[in-house]
């Protein structure tokens, strides 16, 4: 293989002669074998889009000469095209900070700037550190490039999930207002209600979620750029915040603000665990939506069978036949380990001693597998499942007149103990509500048929 070598403070560095980084990626390469998780993609485009801003804002405060400030954008489109996704190797088991990733993202842009900037004829050269790295600090940027990242992978990706899955829930919620069917509580039978009532309340949890995250998002459009190593803003300008983050916000199309504490904003990350919150209480939600699926589905025959859903492919190698609700199945494991990621996220997120917390990677590589996941899953439980959901109205209708439950309608007529006397005596002699009552003597069956209507009782008066 061929090398070229590449300095850094600590010496001399081989690095494979077809790769742009240098010689402080090439250290991060060697001493953190760890795994095969690398640094999020998101991580690379938000310091991209960062880099692109602070070389504009150094130019524009008369800090950065303006061939350099083009040669770090042009690179960095580069990056957010992604023409250089072979060039950042680094694991996000590596230092704390991110240091070693931010060092990857200057020495890339500084590599391939150079590049343009001979084929510009200029004698301008960039330097990953006094150039693109002008005005910030690792402690800075990481965090930064994590928050634009969280806040574009909310937003264009998991918000849109959230409404596909929201609209598909209001349409069963509204075809099947009228089906009336047995409720259930605590796995047991209780009184009636419409499958789309029962809808309803998927709807609601998938609306009240998506209100929570937006609701939380906001936190994490304050960026800590400008607080460079310890929050103080040392050897950047007093502008350079804002206009960084107005430039962000100009490329990315969101509106970030720069934080007003740096101090905060190095060492804390109460935002992102807030916002997290709202994506483990989505998959909260998630779980039991898929979980009811799975319940109403079960069968074909011998199950509660209630609800029909699409046969997306055969459900066992040995037996013959049958179907699986392998949509809610994975969409219940993804919930499981966005729980694992809130709980990894939330300790992580402790551990900021004194200046800054020493845990950002994994925390931006957690929460970010979590949005992912997330959108994915319900996207993929929405088109696979949710959208060919049908009512088994056979199968509703004998639930329904088999329940004991209906009995509830009683109480009013003829007391709770009563009611509970007809109930118990249908189950031991395996008869119907109605002969019961009629044979304890208690109602007659006219009077049966008048108070127990099970769709009066979904929207009782």
């Keep these: 293989m061929d090398y070229r070598i590449e300095k850094d403070t600590l010496g001399e560095m081989k690095v494979a002669a077809d790769k742009y980084w240098g010689a402080q990626t090439q250290r991060s390469k060697q001493n953190f074998p760890i795994g095969d998780e690398k640094m999020p993609k998101e991580i690379i485009e938000g310091f991209a889009i960062l880099k692109k801003s602070a070389a504009i804002a150094n130019s524009q405060l008369g800090l950065l000469e303006a061939e350099k400030a083009d040669a770090i954008t042009y690179a960095a489109d580069q990056i957010l095209e992604g023409n250089l996704v072979d060039h950042f190797p680094l694991v996000v088991w590596q230092t704390g900070s991110g240091t070693q990733s931010n060092m990857n993202v200057n020495e890339v842009i500084a590599y391939v700037g150079n590049e343009w900037l001979q084929e510009q004829n200029s004698d301008y050269r960039l330097h990953p550190n006094d150039d693109v790295n002008k005005s910030q600090s690792s402690n800075d940027t990481y965090p930064t490039a994590l928050h634009v990242a969280a806040v574009l992978k909310l937003e264009d990706t998991v918000l849109p999930a959230i409404t596909a899955t929201k609209e598909t829930l209001k349409e069963k919620m509204e075809a099947f207002q009228d089906v009336v069917k047995i ?214 209708e004998k639930n329904l007149n088999d329940s004991l439950m209906l009995v509830t309608a009683l109480n009013p007529h003829i007391g709770y103990e009563n009611a509970a006397k007809i109930a118990k005596k249908a189950f031991a002699e395996n008869t119907t509500l109605k002969q019961a009552a009629v044979d304890s003597g208690l109602l007659t069956a006219e009077q049966f048929e008048e108070y127990i209507d099970p769709k009066a009782m979904t929207y009782p008066k």
């Design 183 to 396: 409720g259930r509580t605590h796995l047991q039978d209780a009184t009636p209600l419409t499958l789309g009532q029962e809808i309803s309340g998927w709807h609601r949890m998938i609306e009240k979620s998506e209100s929570m995250i937006k609701g939380s998002i906001g936190y994490v459009k304050e960026l800590a750029i400008g607080g460079t190593a310890v929050g103080t803003g040392l050897n950047a300008h007093p502008e350079f915040s804002e206009l960084v983050c107005g430039k962000i916000s100009e490329f990315t199309g969101k509106q970030f603000i720069s934080a007003a504490n740096k101090f905060h904003a190095l060492t804390s990350h109460d935002e992102l665990v807030h916002v997290h919150g709202a994506l483990k209480g989505l998959a909260a939600d998630v779980m039991k939506i898929a979980n009811d699926v799975r319940w109403l589905a079960s069968g074909p025959r011998c199950g509660i069978g209630e609800i029909n859903i699409p046969a997306n492919e055969p459900g066992s190698s040995i037996m013959p036949g049958k179907v699986n609700p392998t949509q809610s199945e994975a969409v219940t494991m993804v919930a499981a380990q966005v729980m694992g990621n809130d709980a990894t996220i939330g300790f992580a997120a402790s551990q900021g001693n004194f200046e800054l917390n020493v845990f950002k990677p994994v925390i931006a590589y957690n929460f970010l597998q979590s949005a992912q996941l997330l959108a994915d899953s319900m996207v993929s439980f929405d088109e696979r499942c949710l959208q060919g959901l049908e009512s088994n109205h056979e199968n509703i």
